[in-house]
């Protein structure tokens, strides 16, 4: 387009007329130049953006089947679940989330997503996932968690 501009510009035989033209061409090109470097400049972003996403999701667990009482606040369960469960010394405030993910299904809690505050405690966590198929119940020494109803935790 800006080449057909400047055949026409030729034509042009007012001088004045035709130094404006030229100049409003010359920032034309300058705009589409600065044009091309930001939607580079957002491509990369938008990359980064991405990037940071999938980053953040890496200090995430999904535990399902824990047993969890309704009338009770989640984060303190789930908190109380990994201390005398897991066997893992944590706090609350090393949780930046928790919460349901879907609804309950027929005798089942839903699935509980925790986002941990430090990506250190999540491997660990993970790492101690085996240790809930050996958990004895203290009354009965029946396994605390059945096959059937076995709490599990993924990432």
């Known amino acids: 387009m800006a080449e057909n501009i400047k055949s026409s510009l030729e034509q042009i035989t007012n001088s004045e007329l035709r130094k404006l033209l030229d100049h409003i061409l010359t ?3 300058e705009k589409d ?3 091309h470097h930001l939607e580079n400049r957002v491509t990369d972003l938008e990359l980064r953006v991405s990037e940071q996403e999938r980053y953040s999701s890496n200090d995430c667990l999904i535990f399902t089947n824990l047993p969890i009482n309704p009338d009770e606040n ?3 369960q789930t908190v109380k679940f990994l201390q005398e469960y897991m066997e893992y010394p944590i706090r609350l405030e090393q949780f ?3 919460h349901f993910l879907g609804s309950s299904q027929k005798n089942k809690t839903p699935p509980v997503i925790v ?3 430090y990506f250190h405690d999540k491997n660990e966590i993970y790492y101690r996932r085996q240790m809930l198929g050996s958990k004895l119940n203290p009354f009965n020494y029946l396994f605390l968690f059945p096959s ?3 709490s599990t935790i993924w990432m």
Do not use: S
């Open 33 to 35: 130049a600065h044009i």
């Open 96 to 98: 930046k989330a928790c």
């Open 115 to 117: 986002k941990f505050l």
């Open 27 to 29: 920032k034309l090109d």
């Open 74 to 76: 989640l984060w303190t």
């Open 148 to 150: 059937d109803y076995q």
